[in-house]
């Protein structure tokens, strides 16, 4: 248990968040099927990317970490005798099965406990559609990947928007040589495809993923047939806006507050967290607008300021997925109701992120309800939280989570297990007391 006392004060300061873990998990997997070579710069530290870099090496990449510089060189990748151990990572695992099919190489896929409580059919469904052969323990890890196996090209049509899904299926396509067409029902986040353009390959995508929430239809995301190795690549890793997020929010949610977020990603298909908070009138401002390897990075700043609820409607939510939890914490706050649409999803993360952040919410004394896949928040913003007891379920987001809504809490708030916050943000707490002090 840790004992989490209340802002004394607003928060003022700068916060360097760690590099984006979805585009740290990309270079390392995308740098082991280049035969030179790949620097990623701004490597995030988060125990999810160390997964990955263990992943890559039981294949036989080499991957060399010297701090937050990352340098990975694959090419020819052979098959683990041993089960390879995504941790607690789903990005991990559900990204390398698509890999690891595509290039026919047989393993065993295997995880942490909350891992193999996880989903995986939604990839590996769709691989044995195609034609590969992946098989899942009664729908969950561990994924046994087999040799074998010809791929059929054509077009998949996506149920539900997961980036986690678009990317293993381009994966195994790219490791057959073969051209894919896939389908989702809104953007999700496009940094495999932006990866892959830099490192040579050929995609074309709708203007969705350039203008989430002014295209009508279907997104989708065409990839030519393209031979590996890849071409070596150059990163400069921007900050993760789903870690800023939580300083976002705790910006805005106490008053006075002040807080500077340098070189964020602000990818329109990842930074559904601004637009939500703009909905709320949280102003945050963008500064110094640069693009690198096809990535946005800009400058955040956070003061309070907000004048009503937040409303999210469903195709936004895969833009901001990660970050219901905390902006459901600040929603309490706001004066009026929030309405997260179609937010179905958090069931199946983690932990199962919507009764959690019910759980969160009731224990501060919110008041808060889900109907169907929808989750109302109803702000109460004269009443303070209740100092609280939360159990996150070895969820990093719903620690980081509790840990926010505890600074506006009336007294002494506990949390179990923080160390989960390692899994994305090992000096989540250093950051925090910086901006208190
Ligand atoms: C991720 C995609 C999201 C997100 C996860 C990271 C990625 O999952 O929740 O934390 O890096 O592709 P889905 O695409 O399955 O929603």
Known sequence: MTRLYPAEGPLRGSIRVPGDKSICHRGVMFGGLAGAFSTIRGFSGGADNLSTIGVLRSLGAVVEQDGKTVRVRGGALSSSPTPLDCGNSGTTMRLMAGLLAGLGLESTLVGDASLHARPMERVAGPLRERGLRVDTTHGRPPILVRAGGSFVTGEVHLRVASAQVKSCLLLAALGRQAPLTVYEPHPSRDHTENMLRAMGVAIESSPHYAHPGASEGPAWVRMEAHSTPLNPVTIDVPGDISSAAFWLCAGALVPGSRVELPACGVSPTRAGVLEALATAGVCVTRRNEVSSGGEPIADLCVEPGASTGMTVPAEMVPRLVDEVPVLAVLAARLPGASIFHGVGELRVKEC??????????AACGARAEVQGDDLHVHGQPGV???????????????AAAATIAAQVADGVSTVKHVECLAVSYPDFLADLEALRS
Do not use: K, N, Q, S
């Open 352 to 361: 199962d992120r919507l009764a959690a952040t019910l759980r969160l919410l």
């Open 384 to 398: 303070p939280f209740r100092a609280f007891e939360f159990d996150p379920e070895h969820d990093h987001r719903m």
